[in-house]
């Protein structure tokens, strides 16, 4: 394991925008396999899904007339978002930023995490939306109302993941490693976002108002997926771990 990390250090220098482009669509296409599973194994009658979407797509009906079945073509939609369009985006924010709020210390990290939040943010979840129903074969008009109306929902998740995750990537993080570090945490956000493009926007209203989806559904949903990725994340450390016992006995 520590090799493997040496030699993607040394590709990050090398090729650093090939190495961000790979790195991405592959965590974004694995967020989108750990939604479906988790929409495979979550009931359709849970807040989880249930409150806040109308119908999703199907995951494994078969037609003829398509090259892949539905469920894979929506994982590579999301893994040319992630490589062709997450990864450079972020490569040159993250560059554009350092120069423009040059410094550390907090105030330089609050101002960062204040411009991500509101420049990146919405402008990256309607690009996402807007770019992915383009994909499906939506024109464009149609699309951008789409992501219009996801937009102001996610904007919400949004702001319950990344201002943290960005206060310590912009803090602690050296320049280089920003991107990747910033889609390993985008394994969780992708799987969030991948279940909201398959879905139809809930509507936030007023607290006043009378049956209709709770904005807190949203943060139901972002725990029940965290607390998913953090079991599987789990398992997969424990692996690891057993593969290095493993080579280490080899190796005597």
């Not at 919405?122 to 149609?142: D, H, I, N, Q, W």
């Not at 029940?224 to 450390?237: I, M, P």
Request: aromatic content about 8%; charged content about 20%; overall charge positive.
């Amino acid at each position: 394991m520590r090799r493997i990390g040496e030699l993607y250090h040394l590709w990050l220098h090398e090729a650093p925008l090939l190495t961000k482009v790979v790195t991405a669509a592959t965590l974004f296409g694995t967020g989108d396999r750990i939604a479906q599973r988790i929409e495979a194994k979550t009931p359709p009658t849970s807040r989880i899904f249930a409150e806040v979407s109308g119908d999703h797509e199907p995951h494994d009906s078969e037609d003829d007339s398509k090259w892949v079945s539905p469920s894979t073509a929506r994982t590579l939609r999301m893994m040319v978002w992630g490589g062709l369009f997450a990864a450079p985006i972020m490569h040159t924010w993250f560059h554009l930023i350092e120069h423009a709020i040059p410094g550390t210390g907090k105030l330089v990290v609050a101002k960062k995490v204040a411009a991500d939040m509101m420049i990146i943010a919405p402008g990256t979840s309607l690009a996402f939306f807007t770019v992915t129903k383009c994909m499906e074969g939506e024109p464009v008009r149609e699309s951008f109302q789409t992501a219009k109306a996801k937009l102001p929902p996610t904007l919400l998740a949004d702001y319950m993941l990344w201002p943290a995750a960005n206060a310590i990537i912009f803090g602690l993080v050296p320049l280089h490693c920003r991107t990747p570090l910033t889609h390993c945490v985008s394994l969780v956000w992708s799987t969030f976002l991948s279940g909201m493009a398959s879905h139809d926007a809930p509507k936030l209203t007023t607290p006043w108002s009378t049956g209709a989806p709770k904005p807190s559904v949203l943060y139901e949903r972002m725990q029940y997926l965290t607390h998913r990725l953090t079991n599987f994340s789990r398992r997969v450390r424990a692996g690891s771990n057993d593969i290095e016992t493993m080579l280490q006995k080899d190796s005597t």
